[in-house]
């Protein structure tokens, strides 16, 4: 690990503890107005921003005439799409996704197919290639796909790093839609992805959602979250920020990646590292796109959603560090998009300040700021939790229960207080620790149903 993010790392965890413990002492009770203002702002302004749809200059419906692409040769004008599969040690889950992609509408006319399938075996031990292959000759897709295999010996570790087996260059597709092994799509996925690319947009995310989202609590607060993200990112796009990727069902057109230089392997976060280097780039920002949905597996335990928060958290500071001072000085952004990532990346150092507050509260026993940081915090998500599904039911003519809401809304702030502990662990770590870059692999079983 490079020594500049090390102390770029412990700068900011004891810098943010110190602000914490200051603001114990100093400000006490005058900081609970200032961040409450903040709040109800927050929520105001992302709230009412959520509700307007996003941009679809010049919709079009599916089959989308753009250009001539070779996954479906002889494909015509049909818009055509390079899907990637990274994949290690998922036989059990990949079979269902290769029906799911069997089964895509986005076709010509005279029934051309309009994508091609890559799995990127990363190192499998499960029969994960073979799975694909004899998932595909059973749905009549065996001429559509292709097995990359990675292997060798101290390969860095990662989706990204397994992402760079599939370069733009080996794609034939017009765009590159990235999906996880145990993701779940409709058969109209590729349609409304290729609907929002002929009206010009280069850069789109799938709306990730949860199967099985009544299966737990843990369950149902991961699928909330996600309906919350969605809000808060639909927000972004239309205030002019720099919305981005979300890591199942990443959308570029492949000139897009291959001006900056494909797939990072030492991205420990391939969603956030790449949304940064198109924006600065070419001041690209990344469409949400709701009507394309991917369904994906929940976490199942708490421990394992831990280890997938650290990662998170790490990644996120990583991009942070790494591309921030560059995002905010691009000439190819607006001021807008420049300060909504300097205020998206910045509540990553409230959680340093809240730790620092409440070691404020305990040792001087002056509680006033770590409940003003740590109860705005829980108020901010619970307050835009309810915004978004109270506009976004579980499913469409349904009708909103305020009760239930409330308890749901409730839920998922409390959930989020996760990233209270996940960001100054990972900060720990990012400081303290040698060696390469650890993925922390989520485990998965197989089958479920979506909400």
């Not at 799911?100 to 499960?126: F, K, N, P, Y």
């Not at 509260?361 to 006033?368: E, F």
């Not at 909103?400 to 960001?423: C, E, H, K, S, T």
């Amino acid at each position: 690990m490079p020594a500049p993010l090390q102390l770029v790392s412990a700068g900011l965890l004891a810098g943010g503890v110190l602000a914490g413990f200051a603001s114990a002492a100093v400000a006490g009770r005058r900081l609970l107005p200032v961040v409450a203002l903040g709040v109800v702002g927050g929520i105001v302004l992302i709230g009412r921003a959520s509700r307007r749809p996003p941009g679809r200059r010049g919709l079009v419906s599916a089959p989308v005439p753009v250009r001539t692409g070779r996954p479906g040769e002889p494909a015509g004008d049909l818009l055509t799409f390079s899907i990637l599969v990274p994949a290690r040690d998922e036989a059990v889950v990949l079979p269902a996704l290769v029906a799911d992609i069997a089964r895509q509408d986005h076709r010509g006319a005279d029934g051309t197919v309009g994508w091609e399938l890559i799995v990127i075996d990363d190192r499998s031990i499960d029969g994960t290639a073979g799975a694909a292959l004899a998932a595909a000759a059973a749905h009549g897709i065996a001429d559509r796909i292709r097995v990359v295999r990675r292997d060798g010996p101290d390969l860095p570790d990662g989706k990204g790093a397994a992402l760079t087996a599939a370069p733009p260059a080996a794609c034939g597709g017009d765009f590159i839609v990235v999906l996880d092994a145990d993701a779940r799509i409709g058969p109209a996925f590729l349609s409304r992805l290729a609907a929002h690319a002929a009206a010009g947009h280069d850069a789109l995310t799938a709306r990730r959602r949860i199967l099985d989202p009544d299966s737990s609590l843990l369950a149902r607060c991961q699928a909330d979250e996600q309906t919350l993200d969605g809000t808060i990112q639909l927000a972004r796009w239309n205030l002019g920020g720099c919305s981005e990727f979300r890591g199942d069902g990443i959308v570029i057109r492949r000139e897009l990646l291959a001006a900056v230089d494909g797939w990072r392997a030492g991205a420990l976060t391939e969603d956030l590292d790449l949304s940064s280097r198109i924006a600065i780039a070419r001041g690209t920002r990344v469409l949400w796109a709701g009507d394309a949905e991917a369904w994906e597996e929940p976490v199942r335990t708490w421990s394992a959603l831990w280890r997938q928060r650290l990662r998170w958290a790490e990644g996120a500071l990583r991009r942070s560090i790494e591309h921030g001072p560059a995002q905010l000085r691009s000439p190819a952004l607006a001021p807008a998009a420049r300060l909504d990532f300097a205020l998206y990346a910045g509540q990553l150092a409230v959680p340093p300040i809240a730790l620092g507050a409440l070691g404020g509260a305990l040792i001087l026993r002056r509680p006033w700021a770590s409940v003003s940081f740590i109860g705005g915090y829980l108020a901010f998500g619970t307050g835009l939790a309810w915004e978004a599904l109270r506009l976004e039911p579980d499913a469409p003519g349904t009708v909103f229960d305020p009760a239930q809401g409330l308890r749901r809304a409730l839920a998922v702030g409390l959930f989020n207080a996760i990233w209270l502990a996940a960001v100054p662990g990972a900060l720990l770590r990012l400081a303290t620790r040698r060696g390469p870059i650890e993925y922390a692999k989520m485990a998965h079983v197989g089958g479920g149903d979506r909400g």
